[in-house]
């Protein structure tokens, strides 16, 4: 079996592969034209992050292609419909970097509670400002995750022994109360929630989930932290949720306007993308780190791991 890599991730999904008689080639610059004209039409299995888009053109321009593996959670960069149609299995990580984004939101919202951004800055200053820096418990909150997946469990396993109450809704998953959560409905999750952690995936029906309307249910002032992806959450109304005192404070990984890399900020054509952004980044109540939750020494190789697993249990070398 050929396999073509696409992206660069941890050498030991390649190792493992070669170890059971995988024929893995990089193509860490291919382009999407070249794909399409042709260029890998003898390859089996590919390995990508988030580079190219895998649509109907690109699987009509492998016509070998028995599986598809993701380095990561997120499946939004392919065409899954497509793929399964075309019986071509699609195999993703996220398995490989829960514990990182659960210690990531961990760690944005004590940060936010304890005021740790402000307190670093200002001794480094030689301002002693105790009274200013006077923080709040974790264990006094209730911490509502939406999205109760890999990432969601994670997180809430996190949570454990810190006093906090939490819990979750999940429209498209009942019955995982446990020792970590308490699942709740849509309107006991408005009702309760002071801490909200975003963990649903990407999709149609995500876009833009996070909006004035939306917000405006919660019954408290909440500090709101999302992981997931940037496109999930309206900058802007989030901002004017911000500026009202509906939300606190917030917290963001991920940025609706990155796109695939980050380095596209610099390049926003739309002049109210770049307002918002302007708006975010100048906000003092703006926690933001370059989507990196799920990106650790540990994670890089259990991403990887994970998939050599799930590779190997559905295809030998001489299938």
Known sequence: MTVAFLDTVHPILKNRLKENGFHCKDYLTLSREDIIQGSLTDIEGIVLRSRLQIDVKILQSLPNLKWIARSGSGLENIDLIEAKARDIHVYNSPEGNRDAVGEHVLGMILMILHKLRSCD????????????????????????????????????????????????????????????????????????????SIHVPWTSETKHLVNTSWLSKFQKTIVLINSSRGAIVSTSDLLDALDIGQVS??????????????????????????????????????YLSPHVAGWTTESYIKLSSYLANKILKDFSAES
Do not use: Q
């Open 121 to 196: 800055v200002t001794v480094h200053e030689r301002v002693w400002a105790r009274e200013k820096h006077r923080g709040s418990e974790l264990s006094s909150k209730t911490v509502g995750i939406l999205g109760y997946g890999e990432m969601g469990s994670a997180f809430a396993s996190k949570l454990k022994g810190l006093g906090c109450k939490v819990i979750a809704y999940d429209k498209y998953k009942k019955g995982f109360s446990s020792e970590f959560v308490e699942e709740v409905s849509e309107d006991e999750f408005f009702k309760r929630s002071e801490i909200v």
């Open 249 to 286: 404070s917030i917290g963001l990984d991920v940025l609706e306007f990155e796109g695939s890399s980050l380095e596209r900020l610099d390049k926003l054509e739309d002049a109210d993308s770049r307002s918002t952004l302007t708006r975010l980044l100048e906000s003092p109540n703006a």
